[in-house]
């Protein structure tokens, strides 16, 4: 009797107790206590779902960088899983006979008392950021979110009300009109459209594309969703208060080195530590690139500055022997409102009559030893009307009226354009404008500069005449041109008229449609840019950001740096003259 006693209560008592521990385990592993607001768990949802919010800041990468290192938590998780499963299979085999509660059941019980806790306000925030992130994955915007970095407003706005002061030579005012674009030119002599045309100034890309940026379907407010950082620091107008009489380079760099100083502390710069940050400087390169500290010395040191080094920075001319500029289009004194406005104008190009094989627009550079301008305006001048020139001598020349170049181009099929004070020159674009087939003299003018707005193969739209042939008189133009097929010469001049697009700036007041232009072409630019070097800093790597900067061009043109039939034009003496 007492062994049946005592056998019952010791079956009791086991049986209360595996009930218990049953109960245990399923609060504990059978019910998502991370969904229910307000319950701290350490489950193994709760790991991962911390993995898969991590912050997507990238530090600056080490010297040396242990890549496996970054699989080290998802091992530790992934052994702790198989562990739990291999604990759970074994629970599951011992207890086949055991009756489990209805966990919906349970839950319902539980639920009043689970509403009563809310969650903490921070938790809130995080959930509502990280569900604005994946809610805009997939959209139009993925990869192409851009956030305006709030900078002074001495560095953009008010140096437009103080536009009188933005150059010595020329009253900057009355280019601004218009959001940047100038005094609308109208159309009396029909050398333009009715529409669109404006005195546009080459030096207000900055404003020009400010004001664009704003209108750009893809900005954010937040800066960590965005996949890159515009800097409205309008550079360009900046140095050219003090580019002449006599401001020491204190004054000169004043505004370069506190917009660096400023950007360096924003939380944003430490993303990428200001390699998806971009901006724009609206004159050629070599106004930036100071590098030695003499008043005498021209322009400033924007683009040698550490936080610049890291940046994107886009100039009408870039440097071939630097890596962190790029080139984009100069203004052009065409900026549509629509597509049709595109169309249009590229039909009337086809159609016109060009009855002068080549033309020039310019004027000679005594000053400059290797120039070659001055023989090409006498091949020019002996040639009977095959070539046309229009030259400019003074600030009241014809060249700085639109009608008088555009009328130019339109009659030429062919348009000269050779270095002047540096490699670029607006006139190339105005003549793309045109429907003219420029004819360039060294690659620094538009194949290793403008590589996002350009086709890599420039047979297609133009014609490369060594400008070493020309100065030793080895070469005639004339014949040059001359020899060319008639079929070629059509096919190219379409070419050209198709880059219309590339290389105007739609007006900033409207919207193209499905028409990119320059404006578009530089962002993805930018963007793709970006990218790269996004995922090579997840990688470990930094190939893209270290390479022998004398061989820029090589690198960002073909993606490579072996011998190229190019070299001899990016030779180091070469350089010396810029």
Same mark, same amino acid.
């Given at each position: 009797?007492?062994?049946?006693?005592?056998?019952?209560?010791?079956?009791?008592?086991?049986?209360?107790?595996?009930?218990?521990?049953?109960?245990?385990?399923?609060?504990?592993?059978?019910?998502?206590?991370?969904?229910?607001?307000?319950?701290?768990?350490?489950?193994?949802?709760?790991?991962?779902?911390?993995?898969?919010?991590? &912050?997507?800041?990238? &530090?600056?990468?080490?010297?040396?960088?242990?890549?496996?290192?970054?699989?080290?938590?998802?091992?530790?998780?992934?052994?702790?899983?198989?562990?739990?499963?291999?604990?759970?299979? #074994?629970?599951?085999?011992?207890?086949?006979?055991?009756?489990?509660?209805?966990?919906?059941?349970?839950?319902?019980?539980?639920?009043?008392?689970?509403?009563?806790?809310?969650? &903490?306000?921070?938790?809130?925030?995080?959930?509502?950021?990280?569900?604005?992130?994946?809610?805009?994955?997939?959209?139009?915007?993925?990869?192409?979110?851009?956030?305006?970095?709030?900078?002074?407003?001495?560095?953009?706005?008010?140096?437009?009300?103080?536009?009188?002061?933005?150059?010595?030579?020329?009253?900057?005012?009355?280019?601004?009109?218009?959001?940047?674009?100038?005094?609308?030119?109208?159309?009396?002599?029909?050398?333009?459209?009715?529409?669109?045309?404006?005195?546009?100034?080459?030096?207000?890309?900055?404003?020009?594309?400010?004001?664009?940026?704003?209108?750009?379907?893809?900005?954010?407010?937040?800066?960590?969703?965005?996949?890159?950082?515009?800097?409205?620091?309008?550079?360009?107008?900046?140095?050219?208060?003090?580019?002449?009489?006599?401001?020491?380079?204190?004054?000169?760099?004043?505004?370069?080195?506190?917009?660096?100083?400023?950007?360096?502390?924003?939380?944003?710069?430490?993303?990428?530590?200001?390699?998806?940050?971009?901006?724009?400087?609206?004159?050629?390169?070599?106004?930036?690139?100071?590098?030695?500290?003499?008043?005498?010395?021209?322009?400033?040191?924007?683009?040698?500055?550490?936080?610049?080094?890291?940046?994107?920075?886009?100039?009408?001319?870039?440097?071939?022997?630097?890596?962190?500029?790029?080139?984009?289009?100069?203004?052009?004194?065409?900026?549509?409102?629509?597509?049709?406005?595109?169309?249009?104008?590229?039909?009337?190009?086809?159609?016109?009559?060009?009855?002068?094989?080549?033309?020039?627009?310019?004027?000679?550079? &005594?000053?400059?030893?290797?120039?070659?301008?001055?023989?090409?305006?006498?091949?020019?001048?002996?040639?009977?009307?095959?070539?046309?020139?229009?030259?400019?001598?003074?600030?009241?020349?014809?060249?700085?009226?639109?009608?008088?170049?555009?009328?130019?181009?339109?009659?030429?099929?062919?348009?000269?354009?050779?270095?002047?004070?540096?490699?670029?020159?607006?006139?190339?674009?105005?003549?793309?404008?045109?429907?003219?087939?420029?004819?360039?003299?060294?690659?620094? #003018?538009?194949?290793?500069?403008?590589?996002?707005?350009?086709?890599?193969?420039?047979?297609?739209?133009?014609?490369?005449?060594?400008?070493?042939?020309?100065?030793?008189?080895?070469?005639?133009?004339?014949?040059?041109?001359?020899?060319?097929?008639?079929?070629?010469?059509?096919?190219?001049?379409?070419?050209?008229?198709?880059?219309?697009?590339?290389?105007?700036?739609?007006?900033?007041?409207?919207?193209?449609?499905?028409?990119?232009?320059?404006?578009?072409?530089?962002?993805?630019?930018?963007?793709?840019?970006?990218?790269?070097?996004?995922?090579?800093?997840?990688?470990?790597?930094?190939?893209?950001?270290?390479?022998?900067?004398?061989?820029?061009?090589?690198?960002?043109?073909?993606?490579?740096?072996?011998?190229?039939?190019?070299?001899?034009?990016?030779?180091?003496?070469?350089?010396?003259?810029?």
């Amino acid at each position: 009797m007492d062994n049946s006693l005592t056998t019952r209560s010791r079956n009791k008592f086991w049986f209360v107790f595996f009930f218990l521990f049953v109960s245990w385990y399923l609060l504990l592993y059978g019910i998502d206590w991370s969904s229910l607001h307000g319950i701290v768990t350490t489950s193994r949802y709760e790991v991962n779902s911390i993995e898969s919010f991590r &912050p997507t800041s990238i &530090p600056p990468p080490p010297p040396h960088v242990d890549v496996s290192s970054n699989f080290n938590s998802t091992s530790v998780d992934n052994a702790t899983n198989e562990t739990r499963s291999k604990e759970e299979e #074994s629970l599951s085999n011992e207890n086949d006979n055991v009756v489990v509660p209805d966990l919906e059941e349970l839950q319902k019980e539980l639920e009043p008392f689970l509403r009563k806790i809310e969650p &903490p306000k921070e938790e809130k925030k995080i959930e509502k950021k990280i569900e604005k992130k994946d809610d805009n994955r997939g959209g139009k915007c993925a990869g192409r979110y851009i956030y305006v970095a709030e900078i002074p407003s001495k560095f953009n706005e008010i140096m437009l009300k103080e536009c009188k002061l933005l150059n010595k030579w020329e009253d900057m005012c009355q280019y601004l009109v218009n959001m940047g674009l100038g005094p609308d030119l109208g159309n009396p002599q029909r050398i333009f459209s009715n529409k669109g045309w404006y005195t546009t100034n080459q030096f207000s890309l900055e404003v020009l594309f400010h004001n664009r940026m704003k209108q750009y379907d893809c900005l954010t407010n937040d800066s960590s969703e965005a996949s890159a950082v515009f800097v409205p620091y309008y550079s360009g107008f900046d140095v050219a208060r003090y580019l002449w009489d006599d401001f020491n380079t204190s004054m000169r760099d004043a505004g370069a080195i506190e917009v660096a100083k400023f950007l360096k502390e924003k939380p944003e710069w430490e993303t990428m530590w200001g390699r998806d940050h971009f901006m724009i400087a609206g004159r050629i390169t070599w106004d930036f690139r100071r590098g030695i500290e003499e008043d005498a010395a021209w322009g400033n040191k924007l683009m040698l500055l550490p936080e610049a080094k890291n940046m994107t920075i886009l100039t009408i001319e870039s440097s071939p022997w630097n890596r962190n500029d790029f080139a984009i289009p100069y203004p052009t004194y065409f900026h549509p409102s629509s597509d049709s406005d595109v169309v249009q104008w590229q039909n009337r190009m086809r159609r016109l009559r060009r009855k002068v094989l080549f033309s020039f627009a310019g004027a000679p550079r &005594p000053q400059l030893e290797d120039s070659i301008r001055s023989e090409i305006m006498e091949q020019c001048s002996a040639t009977r009307r095959k070539c046309k020139l229009l030259e400019c001598k003074d600030l009241h020349n014809k060249c700085n009226k639109p009608v008088h170049v555009m009328r130019l181009f339109q009659s030429s099929i062919f348009c000269l354009q050779p270095s002047g004070d540096s490699f670029t020159r607006r006139s190339t674009f105005d003549s793309i404008l045109a429907g003219c087939i420029p004819v360039f003299f060294t690659p620094g #003018s538009a194949y290793v500069q403008y590589i996002w707005h350009l086709p890599k193969d420039y047979t297609k739209y133009s014609v490369l005449i060594p400008e070493d042939d020309v100065r030793k008189k080895k070469v005639s133009i004339e014949n040059v041109l001359s020899k060319i097929p008639k079929s070629q010469v059509a096919a190219m001049r379409e070419e050209v008229i198709k880059l219309i697009p590339n290389v105007v700036y739609a007006d900033p007041r409207s919207r193209l449609e499905t028409v990119k232009d320059a404006f578009d072409l530089a962002v993805k630019g930018v963007l793709g840019r970006v990218d790269v070097i996004r995922k090579e800093m997840r990688q470990g790597k930094n190939s893209s950001m270290v390479f022998d900067e004398e061989y820029s061009w090589k690198y960002h043109t073909f993606g490579t740096l072996e011998k190229h039939e190019w070299d001899n034009f990016f030779l180091r003496t070469n350089k010396e003259k810029y």
